[in-house]
């Protein structure tokens, strides 16, 4: 919580991308406030990987840890709430928090990410981010050589063969319903012996996350250990567009290479910029953010 009402840098979203922004601003000696409501997209994530020197940990450990670093640098403050609103000023920008609150800042930095849309599987949801699993690169050593599916039809389901296949080669792909491949398409998973199975799903059957069987429509069922998934998303946070934000083909906001947006003194960086969707990119582009925005204010008070 926080009294002070008005700051340099408002940062809404505190997680990976969030937290590295903050501290680089903090190390430059700005005014941040953070708002979090604290729930990132990866909590029900046991373990994270493919961030050196986090390999393995437990993604809320690395947040905590990450938090608390960036808490020591006192021009830094944290306001756990959910933004709701945000509208311009002559000034700057005026957020408003779910319980009430106000404050204004000169720059805002979204760190919002996403939220995914489960689909309407029953044990799916149970085992997002478990054995339900989006990135071969963050999960998939953990499953390698193992019986393994894809639940997906056309473009991504061919993208994610690609991939998966270097890990493990007992690989079948689940279109729940008709495919969508073109010739070639089919071609390719015959030659890799990757099966096809149309047949829609009615239920996962898992036990506490973990994935045991996919079963039919027709009762049948396939045991394997892991499945590759791509559900659809949205923003997880609509006060950019609300500011005007654009976004891109695919519902993220759209920035420069600066990680700055189409409305002037607002940026964004992590998850609900990018399909790079992994710890060590949010953190990356944070800090990006985090440096753009005071390299900017820094220009304008020179």
């Known amino acids: 919580m926080t009294d ?34 604290g729930r990132p997209c990866n909590r029900p994530t046991p ?35 959910l933004a709701i609103r945000g509208e311009k000023t002559d000034t700057g920008f005026e957020i408003t928090t779910q319980t009430g ?24 949801s149970e085992c997002w981010g478990i054995t339900v699993i989006h990135c071969p690169y963050c999960h998939g050593y953990e499953v390698k050589n193992e019986r393994t599916g894809i639940l997906a039809n056309g473009y991504f389901a061919c993208h994610y063969a690609q991939l998966v296949r270097n890990l493990t080669k007992n690989l079948t792909i689940f279109t729940n319903g008709k495919t969508e491949f073109t010739p070639e398409q089919t071609g390719k998973f015959a030659r890799h012996n990757i099966l096809l199975i149309e047949k ?15 079963v039919f429509e027709d009762h049948s069922t396939f045991a394997l250990k ?3 998934s791509r559900p659809t998303f949205e ?9 005007g934000c654009e976004l891109t083909e695919q519902g993220l906001i759209k920035t420069d290479m ?44 020179f």
């Open 4 to 37: 002070n009402k008005n700051f340099e840098v408002i940062i809404i979203g505190g997680s990976y991308a969030g937290l590295s922004a903050a501290m680089a601003l903090g190390r430059s000696l700005r005014k941040v406030l953070i708002i979090d409501s």
């Open 47 to 81: 373990h994270s990987h493919n961030f050196i020197i986090q390999d393995g940990e437990n993604p809320g450990t690395i947040a905590e840890k990450a938090k608390k670093q960036v808490l020591n640098y006192n021009t830094v403050k944290f306001h756990n709430d």
């Open 101 to 124: 609150s106000i404050f204004v800042a000169k720059k805002l930095v979204f760190a919002t990410g996403v939220k995914d849309i489960m689909p309407d599987i029953p044990g799916f």
């Open 200 to 214: 829609e799903i009615i239920y996962l059957n898992h036990e506490n996350g973990k994935i045991r069987q996919i």
């Open 226 to 228: 892991a499945i590759y």
């Open 235 to 243: 923003q997880h946070c609509k006060i950019p567009e609300m500011l």
């Open 258 to 301: 600066f990680q700055k947006t189409s409305v002037a003194n607002v940026f964004a960086c992590g998850d609900n910029t990018s399909p790079m969707r992994s710890v060590a990119y949010a953190v990356g582009a944070g800090n990006i953010a985090g440096a753009m925005v005071n390299n900017q204010m820094t220009e304008e008070e």
